[in-house]
């Protein structure tokens, strides 16, 4: 009968080297995977959203830039200027605005000239919370300083 053929040890060697720095390397890429995950897990919306900005973006971006003879920075300067134009003017007015409101509101507390309007009588047919809005809203407009006074257990037992 024959005798089953020898493994060569040489060979076997070559073969575990080779798996274990195989095994080594992929270890070391799931490692650096994970790490750059942990990197950049709170910039994944931001990167999500400018990919969808590039993208929809894009073919408008072209025909900028063909319409200024094939001027790509001059497009791309236009399109972003364009972008802050859009966003920034309209926030800039929201923040003013919202910080006129905060003013006035501070100034009618500190002089005690607070007035709040009487509740719509819709309000009290609101699903399940209406009455009690409508009931808590016209005391708040009958007395206000009252109103506070009472609430103020309240509010101190939920800052807790």
Not at 43 to 58: C, D, K, R
Not at 83 to 104: E, F, M, Y
Request: hydrophobic share 50%; charged share 15%; with cysteine.
């Amino acid at each position: 009968m024959n005798a089953p053929p020898r493994p060569d040890p040489e060979l076997e060697a070559r073969l575990s080297r080779a798996l274990f720095d195989l095994l080594i390397r992929f270890t070391m890429a799931l490692v650096l995977a994970f790490l750059c995950y942990q990197v950049f897990s709170p910039f994944l919306s931001l990167m999500v959203w400018a990919v969808i900005l590039a993208v929809t973006l894009y073919p408008a971006f072209r025909k900028l830039a063909h319409r200024m003879g094939d001027r790509q920075g001059l497009a791309a300067t236009l399109m972003v200027l364009g972008g802050l134009v859009l966003i920034a003017g309209p926030t800039t007015l929201v923040v003013g605005s919202l910080g006129d409101s905060v003013h006035d509101f501070v100034a009618h507390v500190r002089d005690n000239t607070l007035h709040v309007p009487p509740p719509s009588p819709g309000v009290a047919e609101w699903p399940v919370v209406g009455k009690k809005v409508f009931g808590l809203w016209s005391q708040a407009h009958e007395d206000l300083p009252r109103f506070i006074q009472s609430q103020q257990p309240k509010i101190a037992e939920d800052m807790k």
